[in-house]
């Protein structure tokens, strides 16, 4: 009946925990089997759904963008604003892009789509 520290070195059981409690350091989890996502919103709040393979909800459209990088330039911006093209509840798909970049040798080009 003293008041010296005690030392477990038994394996470690699972406990019980009444009230609120915390966790510290890293603690490891892993999927296991098959996931189920699932969306809960309300009937209110709809998730926007867009059927873009029915030709009837796309535009057919074509255009070309020109950029010339100067001597000892750095970047060049290209942009198109294609709103004007699109008529309400009409969207545009991407159906075929294409880039040519001349460059003296040594240099890299870098295109980006976005």
């Known amino acids: 009946a003293g008041s010296a520290p005690v030392m477990v070195t038994n394996t470690p059981l699972p406990v019980s925990l009444t009230g609120t409690g915390s966790i510290s350091g890293n603690v490891n989890a892993a999927q296991s089997g098959a996931w189920n996502v699932g969306i809960n919103n309300a009937g209110t709040s709809p998730v926007p759904?867009?059927?873009?393979?029915?030709?009837?909800?796309?535009?057919?459209?074509?255009?070309?963008?020109?950029?010339?990088?100067?001597?000892?330039?750095?970047?060049?911006?290209?942009?198109?604003?294609?709103?004007?093209?699109?008529?309400?509840?009409?969207?545009?798909?991407?159906?075929?892009?294409?880039?040519?970049?001349?460059?003296?040798?040594?240099?890299?080009?870098?295109?980006?789509v976005g």
């Open 49 to 112: 759904v867009r059927d873009m393979d029915n030709a009837a909800r796309r535009v057919s459209f074509q255009t070309s963008l020109f950029a010339l990088l100067p001597n000892g330039g750095a970047t060049v911006d290209g942009t198109l604003d294609l709103s004007a093209a699109l008529p309400s509840g009409k969207g545009f798909v991407i159906e075929h892009l294409s880039a040519q970049v001349v460059m003296p040798t040594g240099q890299k080009a870098l295109l980006f």
